[in-house]
């Protein structure tokens, strides 16, 4: 009996030492946060952004630096996955310590602003009306902008060019879904993989099947309908028929760009950020746009960070922050981070003529991103997350094979529908 | 009272000096109570109730961030109970849970009986298996999906040599739970093997040596001596495996995301996802699944600490 109570005894003052360490670790752990610059800690700002790709030392942590340096102050940044930057901001808003600067997914703004943690540009007195109204739709909120877009991105059809002379494919040949089903199978038949796209059951792969959901005359306010199963049943038939690989399923923008990279893919659906990879490739490249299914371009949607200001309780550190924001937002700065990031066209029309002049390669893209649809846009604001829930949960069940697109659709029309109240 | 009353001097006499003291202990006693105490509560009563108060609430993201949540008492619970999603999460979570113990607990077993024999290089070789215990997470997780990818990975590969053709492990909604399940019990068999390892170094050599001479075989040594002798280790084991495996999320969302189709989308999994894994938060649902899982995990520690009590008294 005597080895047991010595037994607890011993592990009553390890707790006890275990909790007193924890506990100072608590105490000490808000001052620092405070130190880091929330409250009243003057000369710096703190920034949030979706970007941990880029580290301390990147050209973009530059460009951000120097903004806070021209407002006078240092800015402290913390970079989170774009999910996670989400579910970062509401818990920060709701301890009242959010940071004096988020740049957001642009869907992800209307829902923190309808959670009133977002200051309206109105009251910065910054003028909104010289973005381009296709992007900053994204931004507004019951007839309130909430943020500005500080570029925008979309989708294309990159191409691999040795692949398709092999094949004996010419790119400028694919105007609808027949052209460029027509050109796939040449691929095919010459022995190379023909299209690889990104339709993992997140964000990304609603983002990406867009443009062939929009592109056969979908709305995303009635995922069931009839063009929205032609959308569908194009992607299932392509993984059935070995066109794209199955993996597709379970991979990411990311993934799926380095499967293209490997040489072996004649297509792959991506994204402006990947202009300069694609320069660098080991083959030529060029860029299609997504065409309609009756020909024409596709709607694709706009992707792109929105600089946001939380609301702060000390109102005194808006002045820098706007300072900030004009910093980020002036035509000069859109081009700068533009160029610095390489994957951004600036969102205004401005920005977009001085970009061109100095890089004229990237007309199609400014064409792309003009044409381009806020995700959020159509009225559905907030509605559009559960939506894009339900419409990538039907897009991983028809190509797995669980259901078929019609059937997938449709229960994903129900979950639309109970989720957004309707 | 009463003995105070007839004797009050004798009485008052003795404890007047051992009042003070007895306080003094008990005070000295709380004080070294206080801190574990206080860290129970931190730690553990607090996200509890904070828990249960989220799954009682209709938490939306505006709610969440100005406090002002409408109590819905246990509608969320009757909403996760009347979802599709349910009665797949609860057998994907029991399919998960007992296929992962059952074979970790058999190869653990197996391993360890085989370590226990003492031949040489068996140290390093037994350390060697627990190398997937101390990989981090992340880095088996991805291993895993890399090795089970349709088009590149190794497995299919593997597979293709014998005339099997492409298995599509993690996209195919046939698969994709069994992926998962032979990636956890990897994972799990060290932790297996330690501890039964452990409980074998305390069976005594005696007893097999007299079972020898009495003419036991292999089988029935394991049969009769190491199966029996075993027991109250194997159901700790068994039970510390149980209330591991029910909580899971790393490895099924880092492979599968609990796709595809929510075909490996446990109890754990799902709460995940409604709390984090959308980017539009739902932490009313999650919090209400999450607290089905607590139940189920409550009720399997009470066993653990029935039978530990049992095996005790016996």
Known sequence: MN?????????????????????????????????????????????????????????????????????????????????????????????????????????????????????????????????????????????????????????????????????????????????????????????????????????????????????????????????????????TEWVKSGIAPNSVISNSQNTTWEEFLTGEFAFAENGTWQINSAAQADFPTGVVQIPGKDGGVAATPTGGEFITVPVQKDTARYAVTKKILECMTTPEGLVETGTTFAYYIPSTADGQEQILAKEPGLQPWVDAVRSAKGRTSDNLGTDYPPISEALWTAVQKALSGAASPADALEQAQAQAEQATGE | MTSLRTEPVAVSGAARPAAPRGRARRWTAFAFLAPLIVYLLVFYAYPLYRNIELSVHDYTPRAFVQGDPEFTGLENYLDILADDTFLRALRSTAVFTLASIAAQYAIGLAL???????????????????VPWLLPLIVSASTWSWMLNSENGIVNAALQAFGVGQINWLTSPDTSLLAVTIANIWLGVPFNLVILYAGLQNIPGELYEAAGLDGAGAWQRFRRITLPLLRPVSLITLLLGLIYTLKVVDIIWIMTRGGPADASTTLAIWSYREAFGTGQPDFSPAAAVGNLLILIAFVAGLAHVRLQRREETA
């Open chain 2, 112 to 130: 360890a009986v085989f370590f226990h024999r003492h031949f040489r290089l068996a140290a390093p070789l037994r350390a060697m298996f627990l």
């Open chain 1, 3 to 235: 080895r047991p109570s010595e037994f607890t005894r011993a592990s009553v003052f390890a707790t006890a030492v275990l909790a007193l360490s924890a506990l100072t670790a608590c105490a000490s752990a808000p001052q620092g946060a405070s130190g880091s610059g929330t409250a009243s800690a003057g000369g710096s700002y703190t920034w949030w952004d979706p970007y941990p790709q880029h580290d301390a030392s990147s050209a973009w942590a530059k460009r951000v630096g120097s903004c806070g340096q021209q407002a006078g102050v240092t800015i402290e940044r913390t970079a989170y996955d774009t999910t996670a930057l989400t579910n970062q901001a509401l818990l920060a808003g709701q301890e009242g310590n959010a940071p004096d600067v988020i740049l957001l997914d642009n869907p992800a703004v209307s829902t923190l602003a309808d959670a009133g943690m977002l200051t309206p540009m109105a009251d910065f007195g910054l003028d909104t009306a010289r973005f381009d109204a296709n992007l900053i739709a994204a931004g507004e909120l019951d007839g309130k902008t909430y943020g500005i877009p500080i570029g925008a991105n979309t989708l294309a059809l990159y191409y691999n060019k040795k692949i398709l002379d092999e094949a004996g494919v010419d790119p400028a040949s694919i105007k609808d879904w027949a052209s460029l089903g027509a050109a796939l199978e040449k691929v095919k038949a010459a022995g190379a993989k023909p299209i690889t796209f990104a339709a993992i059951g997140t964000e990304e792969g609603s983002f990406q099947f867009l443009p062939w959901f929009w592109g056969a005359g979908a709305q995303l306010t009635r995922l069931d309908s009839p063009q929205a199963v032609e959308a569908l049943t194009l992607w």
